[in-house]
């Protein structure tokens, strides 16, 4: 055990194995989220999932660039079509809860950055949750252009893969799933962060 480990160690309270024991509880996969077979098992289905959200991200931009000037990453893209979704006005925790996201700082600053892009605009109160957001007309030109150009890109290559329909159906089901225990898994950690 090197010196740096055992300063850590004291500092901390905890225990430090040896390397050799370390080296074989980690045997299953290479490195630390992986030291069991359902840790491996997980880890690589995360590390897909993460590879699947990049890609999906990059697309994203890519599409809307193609049709418009205004530089926006895959978040704002995705907040400008959820506003778009439906031609109804939403409030910001309603978008938030259409992306199940609540980094709400993260999300002022993506419709500030459409609004001032010109792509959407506020109605209603002044008071900030009672604020709704909706598409302008070059917006709304935006989101059709992009519309267009997934529809002439996407959908054939995916009607070329073998069986997609009903693999993205059932892929679609378990993530479902696999989202909400990551999100009970969020309340069970932030629970132990607070326990003593």
Same mark, same amino acid.
């Given at each position: 055990?090197?010196?740096t480990?055992?300063?850590?160690?004291k500092?901390?309270?905890?225990?430090?194995?040896?390397?050799q024991?370390?080296a074989?509880?980690?045997?299953p996969g290479?490195?630390?989220l992986? &030291?069991?077979? !359902?840790e491996? @098992?997980?880890s %690589?289905?995360?590390?897909? /999932?993460e590879r699947?959200?990049? +890609?999906?991200?990059?697309?994203?931009?890519?599409?809307?660039?193609?049709?418009?000037?205004?530089?926006?990453?895959?978040?704002?893209?995705a907040?400008?079509?959820?506003?778009r979704?439906?031609?109804?006005p939403?409030?910001?925790?309603?978008?938030?809860?259409?992306?199940n996201?609540v980094?709400v700082?993260?999300l002022?600053y993506a419709?500030?950055?459409?609004v001032?892009?010109?792509?959407?605009e506020?109605?209603?109160?002044?008071? &900030?949750k009672e !604020?709704?957001? @909706?598409?302008t %007309?070059?917006?709304?030109? /935006?989101?059709e252009?992009?519309? +267009?150009?997934?529809?002439a890109?996407?959908p054939?290559?995916?009607?070329?893969?073998e069986?997609?329909?009903?693999?993205?159906?059932?892929?679609?089901s378990?993530?479902?799933?696999?989202?909400?225990?990551?999100?009970?898994?969020?309340?069970?950690?932030?629970?132990?962060?607070?326990?003593?």
């Amino acid at each position: 055990m090197r010196k740096t480990e055992k300063a850590a160690a004291k500092r901390t309270g905890a225990t430090v194995k040896p390397k050799q024991q370390r080296a074989s509880n980690e045997r299953p996969g290479s490195w630390h989220l992986a &030291r069991s077979e !359902t840790e491996r @098992r997980l880890s %690589e289905f995360e590390f897909r /999932v993460e590879r699947l959200a990049q +890609a999906y991200y990059r697309w994203k931009a890519a599409c809307l660039a193609a049709v418009c000037d205004v530089p926006l990453t895959g978040d704002d893209v995705a907040v400008l079509n959820v506003v778009r979704m439906g031609d109804e006005p939403k409030r910001l925790s309603e978008i938030g809860q259409l992306l199940n996201r609540v980094d709400v700082p993260n999300l002022q600053y993506a419709t500030r950055k459409l609004v001032k892009a010109g792509l959407i605009e506020t109605e209603g109160s002044s008071s &900030r949750k009672e !604020t709704r957001y @909706r598409p302008t %007309e070059t917006g709304h030109s /935006v989101t059709e252009a992009y519309a +267009a150009l997934r529809a002439a890109t996407l959908p054939p290559m995916l009607e070329a893969l073998e069986g997609w329909a009903e693999k993205s159906e059932a892929a679609g089901s378990h993530l479902e799933l696999v989202s909400s225990l990551y999100t009970q898994a969020a309340q069970v950690a932030i629970t132990r962060r607070h326990q003593p």
